[in-house]
Nanobody, 121 residues
Framework: QVRLVESGGGLVQAGGSLRLSCAASGSIFLINDMGWYRQAPGKQRELVAAITRTGTTNFADSVKGRFTISRDNAKNTVYLQMNSLKPEDTAVYYC???????????????WGQGTQVTVSS
């Protein structure tokens, strides 16, 4: 069983910052790519940022220059540092990991439960 748990969401004023964390736990053999997605009310879930196991990153155009993604492979944790937040960043943020577990023996995608980020104007 693999579990992803996000933390760090909350309410912040426009221009402020938040740092999200996502810790993976369970019967993990290897974690490949990790990423953050978000879903605003009435909209589809979209990729915010992703990072490979070796540290290559990818960002949505809307967050480039404001958000950074990092990971600690020893802790099976990925972080999303969000600066200069805007009201349009308001959404539920989900962590995703492509993970090989000992039980499955193959690469599968796993999701966290989501954490709410609300940016007030």
């Amino acid at each position: 069983q693999v579990r992803l748990v996000e933390s760090g969401g909350g309410l912040v004023q426009a221009g402020g910052s938040l740092r999200l964390s996502c810790a993976a736990s369970g019967s993990i053999f290897l974690i490949n790519d990790m990423g953050w997605y978000r879903q605003a009310p009435g909209k589809q879930r979209e990729l915010v940022a992703a990072i490979t196991r070796t540290g290559t990153t990818n960002f949505a155009d809307s967050v480039k220059g404001r958000f950074t993604i990092s990971r600690d492979n020893a802790k099976n944790t990925v972080y999303l540092q969000m600066n200069s937040l805007k009201p349009e960043d308001t959404a539920v943020y989900y962590c995703n990991g492509r993970i090989i577990s000992y039980s499955a023996g193959e690469l599968n995608g796993y999701w966290g439960q989501g954490t709410q980020v609300t940016v007030s104007s």
